[in-house]
């Protein structure tokens, strides 16, 4: 397994508030993050990196999903007036994320490069709907320039994930089989609950194909209720040969939540949710 290192990030928050604009850079990197909330960006005119060129995400609800928030990603050679002009053209969105080179080496190539594939991944993972109308054009660049590129996209990654934006972030990280064996908890019960679940750092994940109960319970809670009939409107979980199955891999909050949803009753998840070889999720999280 390749060696991970720690990451220093400096964060300076341009008007000293945690929810302002602030700016944010890593140890050793070229880039520069900038982080602008909707009603900021009128008076960033003074901010010379916003007159660099760029790439830059814009993130907001979906008025069509409950499950999903919105999100858009674009590229500029002049980023500040870019956003401006989204203030008119785009409503859904609250804030901005801006990605700029330091050493002003970005040119129209690079961000388009940038922008493609920050797009293609977005698409991939799948956590938030992308706004884009048209899937961006990835440029041809060099092989010197493609590595360097790549590079900057996985330091754009790791701070947009560390902003607390997951849109870049896969759900469940590669494993082996037998780290699935080890990690993977099942549901079998009645009125067709069969299901697969992980514990994420995030939180529970029911896996993509688990088959949640067909019918509710009287006692069945009812804001519950009211989410579960999200995930079907929303068409993460789909009717298939009279069975309600997750189309994609789904975030819980907890355990208890993923059980409940797939149980179609109350349900505690550390009790419900078990390994193969018959342990309950409480058991294996409280082993040494």
């Known amino acids: 397994m390749?060696?991970?290192?720690?990451?220093?990030?400096?964060?300076?928050?341009?008007?000293?508030?945690?929810?302002?604009?602030?700016t944010c850079e890593l140890s050793n990197w070229t880039g520069k993050a900038l982080k602008i909330p909707r009603n900021k960006i009128k008076e960033s005119s003074d901010r010379p990196e916003l007159e660099n060129t760029g790439v830059y995400i814009l993130f907001g609800k979906s008025d069509k999903s409950e499950n999903k928030k919105l999100a858009y990603i674009g590229e500029a050679e002049g980023i500040y007036k870019r956003l401006n002009q989204h203030l008119s053209a785009k409503d859904f969105w609250n804030e901005a994320?801006?990605?700029?080179?330091?050493?002003?080496?970005l040119n129209k190539a690079h961000i388009?490069?940038?922008e493609s594939r920050l797009y293609e991944i977005a698409k991939k993972v799948n956590r938030y709907d992308i706004e884009n109308g048209n899937i961006p054009t990835k440029s041809i660049i060099s092989e010197s320039d493609q590595a360097e590129m790549?590079?900057?996209?996985?330091n754009i990654k790791l701070l947009v994930n560390a902003l607390g934006f997951k849109i870049f972030e896969e759900l469940r990280k590669d494993q082996t089989e037998e780290e699935q064996r080890k990690s993977t908890f099942y549901i079998v019960a009645a009125r067709g609950a069969n299901a697969k679940g992980q514990m994420t750092n995030e939180g529970f994940v029911v896996l993509k194909n688990s088959e949640i109960a067909t019918t509710l319970t009287n006692s069945f809670p009812v804001n519950m209720e009211k989410f579960?009939?999200?995930?079907?409107?929303?068409?993460?979980?789909?009717?298939?040969?009279?069975?309600?199955?997750?189309?994609?891999?789904?975030?819980?909050?907890?355990?208890?939540?993923?059980?409940?949803?797939?149980?179609?009753?109350?349900?505690?998840?550390?009790?419900?949710?078990?390994?193969?070889?018959?342990?309950?999720?409480?058991?294996?999280?409280?082993?040494?």
């Open 150 to 154: 790549e590079e900057f996209l996985e």
């Open 97 to 105: 994320l801006v990605f700029v080179s330091k050493d002003e080496n």
């Open 2 to 22: 390749k060696k991970k290192f720690g990451k220093t990030i400096k964060i300076f928050l341009v008007d000293g508030e945690p929810n302002g604009r602030m």
């Open 228 to 288: 579960r009939q999200s995930l079907i409107d929303d068409d993460i979980v789909t009717r298939v040969n009279n069975k309600l199955v997750f189309k994609e891999d789904y975030l819980f909050s907890s355990p208890s939540a993923a059980a409940t949803v797939v149980m179609g009753r109350s349900a505690n998840g550390l009790t419900e949710w078990k390994l193969k070889d018959g342990r309950i999720l409480k058991s294996v999280e409280s082993e040494a």
């Open 112 to 114: 388009k490069y940038l």
